[in-house]
């Protein structure tokens, strides 16, 4: 077999590493305001059916109803990140949510309405939709624009100017092995977040079983953790609440059809044992903590109590999730499962790190520009702003699209690429494939990620330790995880799929060591069930009301730790910690 020696270059004025839900708004944005600019997507999978958005949603979740402002959504966004958040960030995306679904809606995604024409609410923040199709829409949306897509190549390094700019990306065809260097005069990240970091919930044949996208490897983190971008909130982990086995999603259970947490006593424990965190209300870190504590001291398993449902409201249930999750209705139907006549068990997932959900990501200004000259991030890989979702990924990738097209007024040169770096990357980039040629013994992708899920899962607060952590475990993961890292060299890789493997592994790795260091940094517990430490088990608001920051030095192979201030930016109020 032939390595990955073959290489062809590309010349874009922007280049978006990603073809998600932000990275699609970015590529339209940009093709819509100047139709003159080249924008090209480098997608890891196929553009129509790729990312979070793959099998489609049933809900759009950040959305302002009647009544509500780009205010009140920052306040409610800072409730539920139990204090914490940037503000400038997610006041300046709520200010686009409500245009970014009415835009999406006129390109084809069918919003439910009421008789009166209204959107159907679903919760404070909800709203309904069809959107099985999601994906697809996106994607002939970015094709009628004119933006040219390289689906299945596989970004692995940002490439870095002779002026210390980000002015393009490395990747290879993950099924012909072809190299890819992509100059461009902009770059934006909109990779998603990472999964995979720690043992999951289901084993064996059934570990891909996710929540979150099991090909959500971490990638545009690690690039630019290598590149040394500023990372922030890495330890706001998400764990997400959801049924059992199919690890399929609990909003539509609760939020649209009414359905209530029981333990195995039957009792509505978040009402009886956690009100004071704010009962079923609380911050959506403690809907997973309550469960979990549930379990640990024997009151578990938990349900969805689904029983009060009548025949045709299951029959909308199912509905429902055919938009979105169809894995549960075939689960229900081969097993002979019925939603009336018994509750729904439900369950953490295993974490994940990701800037959607929580805010773990590139540290950004306002105009969604990262740290490093010429690079932008939207979507889960941003940071800062918790509480996306899909229509406030859509509303990040739109701003850093407007920040693009204002640099892009400049006539910017282009400059050569630092040719040692590149050198160094494309050996990096074959390496595995190199090794399995040599007939040396190698180490496969997959016995590297077993190990690293161990380590995290054991020492790093995963389920096995019902996501708790002090500080002799972390120590203790981040020796293991510097030995693991050591050992790359002897990946090995026997075709271009097992490449792919190694750079997830690779970059899973990467952000493990990152994700370590903020864990550790951090001495309270903020988000109890996300970052639970029991060797500090409170909230400390005078010491830790402040992000946790971090840089990583190739060339030391060290990671440094930074704290930035929090700022209170809505206009009109006052903020005292409490």
């Not at 990275?23 to 100047?34: Q, S």
């Not at 309904?128 to 692995?156: M, Q, W």
């Not at 409201?313 to 999730?321: F, G, P």
């Not at 590149?422 to 980039?429: A, V």
């Amino acid at each position: 077999m032939n390595a990955v020696i073959k290489m062809e270059t590309h010349r874009t004025d922007v280049l978006i590493i990603g073809g998600g839900t932000a990275g699609c708004m970015a590529a339209v944005t940009i093709k819509e305001a100047a139709p003159k600019l080249k924008v090209l997507i480098m997608e890891k999978a196929h553009i129509e059916r790729s990312g979070c958005l793959a099998a489609g949603m049933n809900a759009i979740n950040a959305y302002l109803n009647p009544g509500e402002t780009p205010e009140s959504f920052t306040r409610y966004v800072r409730f539920d990140a139990m204090g914490l958040i940037r503000e400038d960030l997610v006041y300046s995306a709520a200010r686009e949510l409500n245009r970014m679904v009415a835009k999406v809606e006129e390109w084809g995604l069918p919003v439910l309405k009421d008789r009166e024409g209204r959107y159907q609410a679903r919760g404070r923040w909800n709203i309904k939709i069809n959107g099985e199709s999601l994906k697809p829409i996106l994607a002939a949306k970015v094709k009628e624009s004119g933006a040219d897509v390289l689906n299945r190549v596989f970004a692995t390094d940002l490439l870095i100017d002779e002026n210390g700019r980000v002015a393009g990306a490395l990747g290879f065809g993950v099924r012909d092995g072809m190299a890819h260097l992509v100059r461009a005069k902009a770059v934006i990240c909109c990779t998603g977040g990472a999964s995979g970091l720690y043992r999951p919930n289901n084993p064996g044949t059934a570990a891909h079983k996710t929540w979150y996208p099991p090909f959500n490897a971490g990638a545009g983190y690690a690039m630019g953790i290598r590149a040394g971008a500023e990372f922030t909130s890495l330890e706001m982990r998400f764990i997400a609440l959801r049924t059992k086995d199919v690890i399929c999603p609990t909003g539509t259970l609760a939020l649209g059809f009414g359905a209530k947490q029981l333990n195995s006593a039957g009792e509505e424990f978040m009402k009886l044992r956690y009100r004071h965190f704010g009962g079923e209300s609380a911050p959506t870190c403690l809907r997973v903590y309550g469960p979990t504590q549930e379990k640990k001291q024997g009151r578990g398993p938990s349900y969805l109590d689904t029983r009060h449902l009548n025949p045709e409201q299951v029959k909308q249930l199912k509905a429902a999730y055919l938009d979105m999750y169809p894995g549960i209705v075939l689960y229900w139907a081969a097993n002979g499962f019925d939603p009336s006549a018994a509750p729904v068990e439900i369950c953490g997932t295993e974490p994940y790190v990701m800037g959607g959900h929580c805010q773990a990501g590139y540290w950004i200004d306002e105009g969604r520009k990262t740290t490093l000259d010429g690079l932008y991030a939207a979507g889960d890989v941003a940071g800062g702003y918790p509480y996306k979702f899909v229509s406030g990924c859509w509303a990040e990738g739109y701003l850093a699209a407007q920040s693009v097209l204002r640099e892009l007024q400049d006539d910017l040169e282009e400059t050569p690429v630092n040719g040692a770096d590149l050198s160094f990357k494309l050996e990096r980039l074959t390496k595995p494939l190199f090794h399995y040629r040599s007939g040396r013994d190698g180490v496969q992708p997959e016995e590297m990620e077993e190990r690293l899920q161990k380590v995290m899962d054991e020492y790093a607060g995963g389920i096995g330790s019902f996501y708790e952590m002090n500080q002799a475990g972390l120590d203790k993961a981040r020796g293991e995880l510097k030995r693991l890292q050591a050992q790359e060299d002897r990946l090995s890789a026997a075709d271009y799929h097992q490449l792919m493997l190694c750079h997830e592994v690779i970059d899973r790795i990467a952000v493990a060591r990152q994700l370590v260091e903020h864990l550790s940094y951090r001495k309270e517990t903020r988000w109890p069930g996300f970052q639970t430490r029991t060797d500090y088990p409170e909230r400390d608001d005078f010491n830790w009301l402040k992000f946790v920051n971090s840089i990583y030095d190739r060339d030391s192979d060290e990671i440094r730790i930074i704290e930035r201030p929090y700022q209170k930016m809505i206009p009109g109020e006052r903020y005292l910690p409490k």
